[in-house]
């Protein structure tokens, strides 16, 4: 018997050595860390850390290998531009992985963040981009002026306290923001009731979001009747009754603007009523799913990359001060009209640029799947496989970017201090934070024009800095985005 046992063991472990074997010799798929039964070669990576530990197998493997991700399967990952590129241009490598996550939080529809590379993804998508365009940008810069304007606020009157962490006013002020621009919240109050329900679930929903999250990874765990699994129904429950009330709302009241990301769902049904969009294959609820999309990314990308920011401009004073004189020589009073004045700050605008190459928000960048079998650099990546970039290498090759982990707003200036064209910055360098190809970020317009009016809401009220001696943790923690670590935070009203 206990031979038996042990023969059945022994097949147990040599199993997924022999399927790499196969895999890599046979097949010809990248090589990876040897698995091992159930979780694969995810004990390499470090839950914290995962760009860190992927730069690490990196070295041992080379630009491009892979790992098989406990029961989700093998992933690809690329540390190099050219094979991003590469990746980024085929049209057959943009569909997304079937995630357990997605198919609790969907409730049986598909958004554009998480349906394949389709026909639907392209109408919903095109429907939705248009939309963003027509929504006024002075309409977003009203809204976010009135939050930022609390923030700062809110920084000054703090500094009574002995030690003052401001993540927590960063997120109430960032939610309110994509709250105005998704549901047409208004940002007088960014410490309302609501808002605080929806910070809630949005925390809660995010950390499962995480491809490497272990629910994901062992979708046995989502049958156990765990008290996680109630809450996260309670918030899906709770965000589709906010969907309904706010759709009904705008149906009622859109008056043929666009004023925000219910407004364009409000149009698009208004036409079906008229028969104007008849063929579409999708439903109302795809474009649930896609605002929600949009709020959710928007929401966290946006938080982090702020607080990321606060960090940076304290560790390099001397860029926060030569972002500050750029400022006060275009605003010698309160700012107002900011995003009609960006041609006059370049050095403001590649700083926030530098900012995003250095804190890389989106470490691992977003997992695409093959559609059919793909050829990368002489491997063979089969058809369901997923593939992801390990952006926050690609933003520290000292290959691309000499020391690269000094903050240089002059790596996107030219020689005579004017900021490179979109094209060049997002096409040509090796600097993807809103990803690229065929299924780039939509609110990447938005989201730059908000760190612009931030920084210059920001610095034009207050000083900011670290207490003395202290030293900050500057690797972060990835949950979804790579999250800076709480920092102290002193702030001197100007």
């Given at each position: 018997m206990l031979w038996v046992i042990g023969g059945i063991c022994l097949c147990v472990f040599l199993y997924p050595i022999l399927q790499d074997l196969y895999l890599v010799y046979i097949r010809g798929i990248p090589p990876g860390p040897v698995s091992l039964p159930i979780i694969g070669g995810v004990y390499r990576l470090n839950p914290r850390v995962p760009h860190l530990s992927l730069e690490s197998i990196g070295k041992q493997y080379g630009k491009i290998f892979s790992i098989k991700m406990g029961t989700f399967g093998r992933t690809v990952f690329l540390q190099d531009i050219k094979l991003v590129n590469q990746m980024f241009d085929c049209s057959d490598a943009h569909d997304r992985p079937d995630l357990p996550i997605f198919r609790i939080v969907n409730t049986g529809a598909d958004g554009i963040g998480s349906c394949r590379y389709n026909s639907r993804w392209k109408t919903m998508t095109k429907i939705l981009h248009r939309g963003l365009a027509h929504i006024p940008s002075s309409s977003i810069e009203e809204s976010a002026i009135d939050a930022y304007l609390q923030l700062t606020d809110m920084f000054i009157q703090k500094q009574t306290c002995s030690i003052y962490y401001p993540r927590a006013d960063v997120v109430k002020t960032c939610t309110a923001i994509i709250s105005s621009l998704v549901y047409g919240v208004k940002t007088d109050n960014i410490d309302s009731p609501d808002l605080r329900s929806r910070i809630h679930y949005h925390s809660l929903l995010m950390s499962f979001l995480n491809p490497a999250h272990p629910?994901?990874?062992?979708?046995?765990?989502?049958?156990?009747?765990?008290?996680?699994?109630?809450?996260?129904?309670?918030?899906?429950?709770?965000?589709?009754?906010?969907?309904?009330?706010?759709?009904?709302?705008?149906?009622?009241?859109?008056?043929?603007?666009?004023?925000?990301?219910?407004?364009?769902?409000?149009?698009?049904?208004?036409?079906?009523?008229?028969?104007?969009?008849?063929?579409?294959?999708?439903?109302?609820?795809?474009?649930?799913?896609?605002?929600?999309?949009?709020?959710?990314?928007?929401?966290?990308?946006?938080?982090?990359?702020?607080?990321?920011?606060?960090?940076?401009?304290?560790?390099?004073?001397?860029?926060?001060?030569?972002?500050?004189?750029?400022?006060?020589?275009?605003?010698?009073?309160?700012?107002?009209?900011?995003?009609?004045?960006?041609?006059?700050?370049?050095?403001?605008?590649?700083?926030?640029?530098?900012?995003?190459?250095?804190?890389?928000?989106?470490?691992?960048?977003?997992?695409?799947?093959?559609?059919?079998?793909?050829?990368?650099?002489?491997?063979?990546?089969?058809?369901?496989?997923?593939?992801?970039?390990?952006?926050?290498?690609?933003?520290?090759?000292?290959?691309?970017?000499?020391?690269?982990?000094?903050?240089?707003?002059?790596?996107?200036?030219?020689?005579?201090?004017?900021?490179?064209?979109?094209?060049?910055?997002?096409?040509?360098?090796?600097?993807?934070?809103?990803?690229?190809?065929?299924?780039?970020?939509?609110?990447?317009t938005i989201a730059l024009d908000l760190l612009l009016i931030y920084v210059t809401i920001l610095l034009k009220k207050v000083e900011i800095q670290l207490p003395a001696n202290y030293k900050p943790d500057l690797t972060g923690n990835v949950l979804f985005n790579l999250r800076p670590n709480e920092f102290p935070l002193e702030c001197i009203a100007r």
């Open positions: 629910f994901n990874l062992l979708p046995i765990l989502w049958k156990l009747p765990t008290s996680i699994r109630k809450t996260l129904h309670q918030c899906i429950s709770d965000r589709d009754e906010l969907f309904d009330n706010s759709l009904k709302d705008h149906a009622e009241n859109y008056n043929g603007e666009i004023k925000d990301v219910f407004d364009i769902i409000a149009d698009y049904e208004l036409k079906v009523k008229n028969h104007q969009n008849t063929s579409d294959d999708f439903e109302r609820k795809d474009l649930f799913l896609s605002a929600w999309t949009i709020y959710m990314a928007g929401c966290d990308t946006t938080t982090d990359t702020s607080i990321w920011i606060l960090l940076y401009l304290c560790v390099f004073p001397d860029v926060q001060e030569k972002m500050r004189e750029e400022i006060d020589s275009v605003f010698t009073k309160e700012p107002k009209d900011i995003l009609q004045q960006k041609q006059f700050l370049n050095y403001t605008r590649a700083a926030i640029l530098e900012c995003l190459r250095l804190s890389s928000p989106i470490a691992i960048g977003l997992p695409n799947v093959a559609s059919r079998d793909l050829q990368i650099d002489g491997y063979t990546i089969p058809k369901g496989t997923a593939l992801m970039a390990n952006q926050w290498h690609i933003h520290h090759d000292e290959t691309h970017w000499p020391e690269p982990f000094q903050l240089k707003p002059e790596r996107f200036l030219d020689a005579d201090g004017t900021i490179f064209s979109n094209y060049h910055i997002f096409q040509k360098m090796p600097f993807i934070p809103f990803s690229r190809g065929k299924r780039p970020c939509l609110g990447q």
